[in-house]
């Protein structure tokens, strides 16, 4: 069985370097970039289809759905990490979001500290294990639209067996970076073990 994990297309907030909400839509080149990969998906046989609902995310689904004849179905479970909402919109060069970073980073070892609004990195780690166990749950072979923070925590979680330190977080962040639309593998072997085959495929762009 494996489960290809796909980060969402571009957006104007990627280009940007904006905080994103909820509502942030696709631009014409992440629609384009939805487009290749539902037409490389439509190659592979899964028979499940999610996706967060978070439109960004959602949107990428639903080319992928109109490709290959899947049914969707939309998951909170898989949404991106929020930022505080008073951040939304600003650049992450601003300093109101470079404050919650440094504050974010000296605390991250403190699995419920919060700066304001946001969700703590025990909600985040607790929703990250649940989702990645929901995946794994599927019958058969899947494709699960997310984000890329938030893949990159649920492939930490794996990888570590949910021990992850705020330090290895950090870092993960800096430098484990996914492109819009890659697509990462998890598979799982003839004696029930999950691996992970490959990260950021993202061939289908060219």
Known sequence: MRIYF?????TRSNIEGLVQDMHDTLTEKGMRQGEML????????????????MQRARTTAEIIAKETGHTLVLSDLFREFQYPNSLVGLAFTDPKVEEYRLAHAANSND????????????????????????AKAQPMDAVVVSHGRFLRHMILMHLFDGHITGEQEQEANRRFLSSNTGITVFEKDAKDAWRLLSWNDHAHLG
Do not use: I, M
């Open 111 to 134: 699995l419920d500290w919060k700066f304001e609004d946001e969700q703590s990195l025990r909600e985040l780690r607790e929703r990250a294990k649940t989702a990645l166990e929901f």
């Open 38 to 53: 539902a037409q490389r998906l439509a190659g592979v046989n899964f028979t499940t289809l999610v996706s967060s609902d």
């Open 6 to 10: 796909v980060r969402h297309g571009l």
